[in-house]
């Protein structure tokens, strides 16, 4: 009996690809309806100004007014989040908090040219330790923040505390790196921090480069391998850095038991760009359920993590099922359902759980289609 393999019909995913490539695949800019559908999709996927930036030498006059636009926007989205972290670091720097500025700008400033390529942030991640988050929430409340919830509460299920300004950008406090209350606590990273300036002059700490992409790897998996664009950033800052700081990336994540995470990169690596994530001289353990982590596995996470998609209970409860699948071991996932039991009563308890994606648009970003509940 022969099976007869039906084709997939390419998505906007697969046109987005050929373009972020180097040198990227120009062809796609052939036909006319690839080229409509990459317009309204780049922006959802976050990588809008990259494909801009790619493009914008081969289109013709009239469509580089769409390069043009999204180029400008982020380079404006940009500079503010640059002039907000600031602020930010300068308030905290005087009440002698130390702290370390994660993602956003300054991972701009490092790995992207010109910086506003990168995807415009929404809001700025610092780590702060344990000890110096309760005088770092004060300073910020002082100075006008709104607190999200109490440092306790925040500390029983999440790995960040968050605080809004009506006038400035969102803040995350973050006193683990990610993956809520079983993620790794930051005070290990300053250790490892490295030191930046900002073109202010203003000097703050930066995560070392290898933690750098240990975070990039953990914020992937835990956004349950969120858009293109956040696969993308981990390929360009691996592809940056020398074998031996990817492998200090791979053995801590290793250490702190996230092979699970490790495993499902090397899968989303194979089915977006065809290549290796893990060295192969370098050896992953298998985790408790290893033969559940593979391309069907990836696919799962990608149509949970489709932008726009309506965040209700039951989209929620599908997307806890596929993170326990990519625990480590039987303690692991012990851990990782007790936070679930938490989790639930604090969203039950605040009415959390009917919402939507919070996604951020501007200029040659198209609103993502209605999704029922």
């Given amino acids: 009996m022969v099976t007869r393999m039906v084709a997939r019909t390419p998505g906007p995913v697969d046109l987005l690809i050929p373009l972020l490539t180097e040198p990227p695949d120009l062809s796609v800019l052939q036909d006319d309806a690839s080229w409509k559908i990459i317009q309204e999709n780049a922006g959802r996927y976050g990588v809008a100004a990259l494909i801009a930036y790619a493009v914008r030498p081969h289109v ?3 469509e580089r007014v769409w390069c043009d636009t999204v180029l400008i926007d982020n380079w404006r989205r940009y500079e503010r989040m640059l002039g907000h972290l600031d602020y930010v670091l300068g308030l905290l720097a005087s009440a002698g908090i130390p702290t370390i500025a994660l993602k956003g700008p300054l991972l701009a400033r490092r790995y992207f040219d010109p910086p506003f390529l990168r995807k415009p942030s929404v809001d700025l991640d610092l780590a702060v330790t344990g000890q ?17 919830r109490p440092i306790p509460e925040a500390q029983a299920w999440s790995h960040h505390i968050g605080l809004s300004n009506p006038a400035r950008a969102r803040l995350e406090l973050h006193f683990k790196l990610s993956h809520q209350a079983v993620g790794i606590p930051v005070d290990e990273f300053f250790e490892r921090s490295v030191r930046c300036t900002l073109p202010s002059g203003r000097e703050t700490q930066i995560l070392g480069p290898a933690d750098q992409l240990l975070h990039l790897l953990l914020h992937f ?36 038991h996230f092979c699970g995470v490790l495993r499902m990169v090397d899968v989303a690596f194979g089915v977006r760009w065809g290549e290796r994530f893990l060295p192969e001289d370098l050896a992953v353990p298998s985790t408790w359920l290893n033969w559940r982590l593979n391309e069907k596995l990836y696919r799962s996470f990608e149509l949970y993590s489709e932008p726009g998609l309506a965040l209700t209970l039951r989209t929620r409860l599908r997307a806890r099922s596929l993170e326990f699948q990519i625990t480590d071991g039987l303690s692991e996932a012990f851990s990782y359902s007790m ?24 200029p040659g970003y198209s609103t993502p289609p209605s999704r029922g509940k």
């Fill in 339 to 362: 936070l679930l039991l938490r989790t639930a009563r604090f969203q039950f308890a605040a009415g959390g759980w009917g919402t939507a994606k919070n996604l951020t648009y501007g």
């Fill in 221 to 256: 998996a835990h956004s349950r391998f969120g858009t293109l664009f956040h696969l993308y950033e981990i390929r360009r800052v691996f592809r940056a850095e020398p074998p031996k700081v990817r492998h200090e990336a791979i053995q801590r994540a290793i250490d702190h």
């Fill in 132 to 148: 110096h988050l309760a005088r770092a929430c004060e300073v910020l409340v002082n100075a006008g923040y709104i607190q999200d």
């Fill in 60 to 62: 013709s006059h009239i």
